[in-house]
């Protein structure tokens, strides 16, 4: 390694299988000066399963942006750095970004290691297009934040994977299947690698049933991997019928506004609800 200027190593770890670490992954936390991580005990558990010890940096979302300056020196004295998240692969819903943009800025080399990722490894085992997606990470944890971004999302084609939390998941599920219809296809991949791992999918509206049937169902980490819109939900909703909607969601809620009109002009109920949530909130 050139000790005139270090490294920044960005290196993936397992998502809860140990075993899944590459051999050189092992083979930088054995060459490199320290080791950046988000909880230096949790990491500190990996590096023992493999007889590692190095001396081990803290740095996480509520310190990264002022303890990058410091990391940023320890590179240009010459030391190398191995950047690592609690589980997975850095900087993907973890922290790493202001320390990667300003070692560049630098003229610091930065070198990933790739490996286990929870988002990748959910998609893979879906069963759902992965040609083409886009990731979402965590949606907000307010119900109305959280139900703008899926309206910004009800139109995309594309696979969506998001990651969740177990308190929150049903709440997620409830706004999903508002914005995204009953229909849309989801799977809920939890605990991947892990002892309790399991993958399930179906509807929206039949996935959120099946959770509430057991709390056991919920618990753990969780990805969840949504089909893009489909042309097949897409049904032309007449001039008439919006403004209709328009008029009769004023005075009434509306998800009683969209059946009433669904009524009149022979429309699909969901799909005007939809519109309504897109359109009228």
């Known amino acids: 390694m050139n000790k005139s200027i270090g490294n920044l190593y ?40 493999y007889g590692i010890k190095k001396a081990f940096f803290s740095l996480h979302d509520h310190n990264e942006q002022q303890r990058t300056a ?25 922290p790493g970004f202001h320390l990667v943009r300003k070692c560049r800025q ?17 998609l893979c085992v879906s069963g759902i297009a992965s040609d083409r997606f886009c990731f979402e990470g965590f949606l907000p944890a307010k119900e109305k934040a959280r139900c703008d971004r899926l309206k910004n999302l009800a139109k995309e084609d594309r696979t969506l994977i998001f990651y969740e939390s177990t308190h929150r998941i049903l709440n997620t599920l409830v706004d999903m299947e508002k914005i995204f219809g009953a229909e849309r296809y989801i799977v809920l991949a939890r605990e991947m690698t892990k002892t309790w791992e399991s993958v399930h999918g179906d509807c929206l509206g039949d996935l959120r049933k099946w959770l ?25 909703i007449s001039p008439q019928a919006e403004k209709a909607l328009r008029l009769i969601a004023q005075e009434l809620p509306l998800k009683k506004a969209a059946a009433i009109v669904a009524e009149l002009y022979d429309c699909k109920k969901n799909a005007l609800y939809r519109f309504g949530l897109s359109y009228l909130a």
């Open 70 to 94: 410091l990391l940023v020196d320890k590179l240009k004295q010459g030391m190398n750095v191995a950047l690592i998240s609690d589980a997975g692969t850095p900087l993907i819903s973890d």
């Open 106 to 122: 630098e003229g610091i080399k930065v070198i990933p290691l790739p490996g286990a990722c929870a988002a990748i490894s959910a």
């Open 212 to 236: 509430e049937e057991e709390p056991n169902r919920i618990k753990g980490e969780i990805v969840l991997v949504v089909e893009g819109k489909t042309s097949s939900e897409e049904q032309e």
């Open 10 to 49: 960005i290196v993936a770890t397992p998502i809860g299988n140990l075993q899944d670490i590459t051999q050189r992954a092992l083979t930088i936390f054995s060459e490199v000066d320290l080791i950046a991580a988000e909880d230096t005990r949790h990491s500190g558990l990996l590096l023992n399963y």
